[in-house]
């Protein structure tokens, strides 16, 4: 399995990463542990998870299940130094944690807390935001984001007293990195630049929707990336299972994300399934598993550090480890990137 570095803090975590949001819902706690187990065995040690988890559906008697579910692992053996452990901090509009209070310097101390005992370690590895304060153009948002109603003093300040609060939290050792999730590239570039000036944690990392079919970060985000060593950690690489294939014809197999969620987060639309359709003919053209294929290809991408899939099934993860070995040759890449000309943002 490749190894990547988690921007400058020197950590390495493997290219591929397990992501665990459906353990305590669609997935059992033995699940969960088998899926862990199996990943290790793979060379897969990077592990995401978050205090809302799980999702599918998210609601308040469920959240912190997951990271228990991780903590029980560890309570059952699991050898701590074994695993890269990611986890974040919800904030503003998550009504079901602290009534959707923002992330300030005064909330870190008490989250990190919260996740240390759940998760019955005692330190996080990459400890990450999940959305920012002021809002965000992912999950669909992107079509009517407006941030005139921003107050950059305010930001900066929020983030001067956040960086304080962190920093507070690397001097204890209970984390170890700091990461964003769905954020900008004005975002990203005022916690580099609030790191600078308080000396706090400066960003190793951001997790944002990445895949075939949801390219935002190709544009500003990448550049930032690549040139401020601020990699990708990538979300829905499989577009919520459509670029699997499985729900093309109108197929919602019993269990599954869409049998769930209706609209898939917003993702189910006409053009999204002729997008399926036209990836999927490349996938059979060069006799490949389209699931490998699409993770593989977000692999290639020059600001990823890891891309985080999640399974339900041991054959879902079987066929994601495969992926790892899979290398796409100059037409397969051609191919795709015609596809994406011809069908730009389906979502």
Known sequence: MERRKLGRTGIEVSALCLGSMTWGTQNTTEEGHTQIDRALDAGIDFVDTAEMYPVNPISAETIGRTEQIIGMWFERGG????????????????????????????????????????????????YQFHWPNRGS?????????????????????????????????VDRGTIRAFGLSNESAWGTSEWLAAADRTGGPRVASVQNEYSLMCRLYDTDMAELSVNEDVG?????????????????GGVVPEGSRLSLSPDLGGRKTPRAFEAVDAYLGVARTHDLDPSQMALAW????????SVIFGATTMDQLEVAIG????????????DLDSVHRNHPMPY
């Open 232 to 248: 990708l950690l990538s979300f829905s690489p499989l577009a919520t299972g459509l670029l699997t294939g499985k729900y093309q």
């Open 298 to 305: 977000c692999m290639t991408r020059p600001f990823m550090c």
């Open 79 to 126: 050898a701590r130094g074994d695993m890269v452990l990611a986890t974040k901090h919800s904030g503003a509009g998550m009504r079901h944690v602290r009534d959707g209070a923002p992330i300030s310097g005064d909330s870190i101390p008490q989250t990190v807390e919260g996740s240390l005992r759940r998760l019955q370690t005692d330190y996080i590895d990459l």
């Open 137 to 169: 153009y992912m999950f669909r948002q992107n079509w009517t984001f407006d941030p005139s109603g921003q107050d950059p003093v305010a930001v900066r300040q929020n983030m001067d007293d956040c960086l304080g609060a962190l920093q507070r939290e």
């Open 323 to 334: 992926a790892a070995d899979l290398t796409l040759s100059d037409e397969v890449m051609a």
